[in-house]
């Protein structure tokens, strides 16, 4: 098992930034592929970003393209997410996951709100 929780949400002007954490523990962080997810109200969970195990590697869905950035500290055995250029439709709750396997995710976090007002 994956123990993962994020940290950092909050309420945010339209074009701020936020800074999100998601601890991990359990097994050894290096192993395993992670990732963010988002989902608004009313909406599917949609994919946001990943990393590679050795942070190498990462992956954006177009709407977050050249504003967030993914990155991972394994002696941390935390992964982070830089949300800059913030947008009212970003507004979601933010779940960190992690998997083995590319594109999929075994271990899920709680979620931490992010809301950006306009």
């Known amino acids: 098992q994956v123990q993962l929780v994020e940290s950092g949400g909050g309420l945010v002007q339209a074009g701020g930034s936020l800074r999100l954490s998601c601890a991990a523990s359990g097994r050894t962080f290096s192993d395993y592929r992670m990732g963010w997810f988002r989902q608004a109200p009313g909406k599917e969970r949609e994919f946001v970003a990943s990393?590679?195990?050795?942070?190498?590697?990462?992956y954006y869905a177009d709407s977050v393209k050249d504003r967030f950035t993914i990155s991972r500290d394994n002696t941390k055995n935390t992964v982070y997410l830089q949300m800059n250029s913030l947008k009212p439709e970003d507004t979601a709750v933010y779940h960190c996951a992690a998997g083995r396997a590319f594109n999929q995710y075994d271990f899920w976090g709680q979620g931490t709100q992010v809301t950006v007002s306009s």
């Open positions: 990393i590679s195990r050795s942070g190498v590697n990462t």
